[in-house]
């Protein structure tokens, strides 16, 4: 099956500092990754569409500028949360559709973060 | 925008016993229903998923049922084992272009021994 991978698994910072989390298709070149964010008990909440080569999509009411996603290569997309704050802590997912197998999405083991 | 409902937010059942968990969506042009088993602290993993030209779907213990009409779909687990005890979440998305998935808020099912 399709591997994606994300680092860090988890991540501890102080507020106003800047975060950056990585998702990897390992063995699959994925042009569209999703970002998710996932409050404790809570379902998923897809925050933004990354295409290979261009800029994301972000879903409605996410920040796109404190929210930076870059997806340079066919296998890495990643996710600049900026200037975070406690409120920013959060499980963040990523996950990634095969070319040509339209529908499913293979997800990351997830990065928490904390925000002191 | 889709909007996925689902129910119960929580399911508590014996060894052996049936679970079923029921989603509605809002968008008749979605046609791709997908549901996930998450573990406390661990990604989603896919465990059966359904598109709009078939009613239903089974893979052992596991059935998906889908009613295009009503926008109902449903998960259905018998036999159920103190493993299947995570959250289940449904999805939808309308294939071509990105295929968002839209989740449901999740259900905790308990699998009580």
């Known amino acids: 099956g399709a591997v994606v991978s994300q680092h860090p698994s988890w991540v501890i910072c102080k507020s106003g500092t800047s975060v950056k989390i990585e998702c990897r298709s390992l063995?699959?070149?994925?042009?569209?990754m999703f970002w998710y964010r996932q409050f404790p008990k809570q379902s998923l909440m897809l925050m933004a569409t990354s295409n290979e080569g261009s800029k994301a999509t972000y879903e409605q009411g996410v920040e796109k500028d404190k929210f930076l996603i870059n997806h340079a290569s066919l296998t890495l997309s990643t996710l600049t949360v900026t200037s975070a704050h406690p409120e920013d802590s959060s499980f963040y997912i990523c996950?990634?559709?095969?070319?040509?197998?339209?529908?499913?999405?293979?997800f990351g083991p997830g990065t928490r973060l904390t925000v002191l | 925008g889709e909007n996925v409902e689902q129910h119960p937010s929580t399911l508590s059942v014996q060894e052996g016993d049936s679970a079923v968990i029921k989603c509605t969506y809002s968008d008749s042009a979605s046609n791709y229903f997908p549901w996930y088993k998450q573990e406390l602290g661990k990604r989603p993993q896919l465990i059966i998923d359904i598109r709009s030209n078939v009613g239903e779907k089974k893979d052992q213990r596991i059935a998906v049922t889908l009613n295009k009409t009503a926008k109902h779909f449903s998960l259905h687990i018998t036999e159920t084992q103190p493993e299947d005890s995570a959250v289940y979440f449904c999805a939808a998305s309308i294939s071509g272009g990105y295929n968002k998935l839209i989740f449901g808020a999740g259900t905790r099912l308990a699998v009580h021994p």
């Open positions: 996950s990634a559709r095969i070319p040509g197998f339209a529908d499913t999405q293979y």
């Open positions: 063995d699959f070149q994925a042009t569209t």
